[in-house]
């Protein structure tokens, strides 16, 4: 990683960082310059109540890692898709908690070469995460499976995970925008919803019927296609229910053509 950040600044190319590629959309004429793929990696014990792992290392290899040992804390996050470096980026949720909940520090790679430590998660928009300590406790290792498989089968059951996406398209509102009509959730998915949008295309991407948050693509579908359902789809919750919907999805590339 190091070496390959230092090479390309000597060039002045730029570069992108990707950890597993979930909850990317990356525009149809690639992305100029290095991308570096982060891959592999491990965990490892640093002292009791923290375990630090690579920014590789997928999260899921993790969570299995941490349940074999009988470590808590990691478990409700089982099935989420990417890296370790990923979910530490885009602060992965599930269930209204965020892993930054579990996190003690990270170590991150600077523009000038240095590595830090820096408590908590990062505050720079694009951090290079190196690793990440992650807060446990101590569990049964048939206990803490039961939690993850129960997150598995609930994602199953409300997710297309069949079908090909990038993850949720947009992030819940803000709870201090514009309160909403009684009785709708303040989340993307219900909002979306409840505008009617499940099932409706732009070339081969449509909003899923399982879960109106995701944009599954078929044969044939563009990262054009995506991006153009989403400001449709944003733009007509906006005119419902006055709240502005911000992509989580990260776009990747040159989508001004």
Not at 100 to 112: L, P, S, T
Not at 199 to 210: M, Q
């Given at each position: 990683?190091?070496?390959?950040?230092?090479?390309?600044?000597?060039?002045?190319?730029?570069?992108?960082?990707?950890?597993g590629?979930?909850?990317?959309?990356?525009?149809?004429?690639?992305?100029?310059?290095?991308?570096?793929?982060?891959?592999?990696?491990?965990?490892?014990?640093?002292?009791?109540?923290?375990?630090?792992?690579?920014?590789?290392?997928?999260?899921?290899?993790?969570?299995?890692w941490?349940?074999?040992?009988?470590?808590?804390?990691?478990?409700?996050?089982?099935g989420?898709?990417?890296?370790?470096?990923?979910?530490?980026?885009?602060?992965?949720?599930?269930?209204?908690?965020?892993?930054?909940?579990?996190?003690?520090?990270?170590r991150?790679?600077?523009?000038?070469?240095?590595?830090?430590?820096?408590?908590?998660?990062?505050?720079s928009?694009?951090?290079?995460?190196?690793?990440?300590?992650f807060?446990?406790?101590?569990?049964?290792?048939?206990?803490?499976?039961?939690?993850?498989?129960?997150?598995?089968?609930?994602?199953?059951?409300?997710?297309?995970?069949?079908?090909?996406s990038a993850?949720?398209?947009?992030?819940n509102?803000?709870?201090?925008?514009p309160?909403?009509?009684?009785?709708?959730?303040?989340?993307?998915?219900?909002?979306?919803?409840?505008?009617?949008?499940?099932?409706?295309?732009?070339?081969?991407?449509?909003?899923?019927?399982?879960?109106?948050?995701?944009?599954?693509?078929?044969?044939?579908?563009?990262?054009?296609?995506?991006?153009?359902?989403?400001?449709?789809?944003?733009?007509?919750?906006?005119?419902?229910?006055?709240?502005?919907?911000?992509?989580?999805?990260?776009?990747?590339?040159?989508?001004?053509?």
């Amino acid at each position: 990683m190091r070496a390959a950040l230092e090479a390309a600044t000597a060039v002045e190319l730029p570069v992108t960082l990707l950890g597993g590629g979930s909850n990317v959309l990356v525009a149809d004429r690639g992305v100029p310059g290095l991308v570096v793929r982060t891959r592999g990696g491990r965990a490892r014990p640093i002292r009791p109540g923290i375990v630090r792992a690579e920014a590789g290392m997928t999260l899921n290899g993790l969570i299995r890692w941490t349940i074999h040992r009988g470590l808590s804390g990691l478990e409700a996050w089982a099935g989420t898709p990417g890296t370790v470096g990923g979910a530490i980026r885009g602060n992965a949720h599930f269930g209204g908690r965020e892993i930054g909940e579990q996190v003690e520090a990270v170590r991150i790679f600077e523009d000038g070469g240095k590595v830090t430590t820096v408590p908590g998660l990062p505050r720079s928009s694009r951090p290079v995460v190196l690793s990440a300590d992650f807060r446990v406790g101590q569990g049964a290792p048939e206990a803490l499976r039961r939690r993850a498989r129960r997150s598995l089968a609930f994602r199953k059951r409300t997710q297309p995970l069949a079908r090909p996406s990038a993850g949720c398209a947009f992030r819940n509102p803000d709870p201090a925008a514009p309160p909403l009509p009684a009785g709708v959730p303040r989340a993307a998915g219900a909002l979306l919803d409840r505008a009617g949008l499940k099932g409706r295309s732009v070339g081969g991407a449509r909003v899923s019927g399982v879960h109106a948050n995701f944009f599954v693509t078929g044969a044939g579908a563009t990262a054009a296609d995506v991006r153009r359902l989403m400001e449709m789809c944003r733009e007509i919750v906006r005119n419902r229910f006055g709240v502005r919907l911000e992509p989580e999805i990260v776009f990747l590339g040159d989508f001004a053509r």
